[in-house]
């Protein structure tokens, strides 16, 4: 477990940790709060990006890296987000093909709320008044 001091050297070394195992790298964000009074509202923001092998630490109190920890999220999300699926694999030839496609398989089979193939609308009935005996 290396802390790192310089906010640049961190950015480079967790970049390059992710590249170049992307399977395997985690990325631990933790904000510690101060325990004594006099710091009350403060604290220690920790970072921690490690694939088994390597971890790679950073810790700061200052505030002023705020825009760069927001840009590092977002360049290491961006790389998570980007990253290829396998191609899905072709249909089968001895399959008949539908006459009709299913609306829910034009969806991907995911189901909205509100949206089901029963109306659900309509009137409810009144309740009818108990009467005096």
Same mark, same amino acid.
């Given at each position: 477990? +290396?802390?790192?001091?310089?906010? !640049?050297?961190?950015?480079?070394?967790?970049?390059?940790?992710?590249?170049?195992?992307?399977? /395997?790298?985690?990325?631990?964000?933790?904000? @510690?709060?101060?325990?004594?009074?006099?710091?009350?509202?403060?604290?220690?923001? +920790?970072? @921690?990006?490690?694939?088994?092998?390597?971890?790679? /630490?950073? /810790?700061? !109190? =200052?505030?002023?890296?705020?825009?760069?920890?927001?840009?590092?999220?977002? =360049?290491?999300? /961006?790389?998570?987000?980007?990253?290829?699926?396998?191609?899905? #694999?072709? #249909?089968?030839?001895? %399959?008949?093909?539908?006459?009709?496609?299913? +609306?829910? %398989?034009?969806?991907?089979?995911? #189901?909205? #709320?509100? !949206?089901?193939?029963?109306? %659900?609308?309509? +009137?409810?009935? @009144?309740?009818?008044? @108990?009467?005096?005996?």
């Amino acid at each position: 477990m +290396v802390y790192l001091t310089n906010w !640049q050297e961190y950015q480079d070394a967790a970049e390059a940790l992710y590249a170049a195992s992307p399977n /395997k790298t985690r990325y631990v964000i933790k904000w @510690k709060v101060a325990r004594d009074g006099a710091n009350k509202g403060r604290g220690e923001l +920790v970072l @921690k990006i490690t694939d088994d092998v390597t971890c790679l /630490k950073y /810790k700061t !109190q =200052s505030s002023i890296l705020l825009n760069r920890f927001e840009q590092l999220n977002l =360049s290491l999300a /961006k790389r998570m987000r980007n990253r290829t699926a396998a191609p899905p #694999p072709p #249909p089968a030839a001895h %399959s008949p093909a539908p006459a009709a496609m299913d +609306v829910d %398989s034009e969806r991907g089979g995911t #189901p909205v #709320p509100g !949206q089901s193939g029963i109306a %659900s609308g309509g +009137v409810a009935k @009144k309740k009818k008044k @108990k009467g005096k005996k």
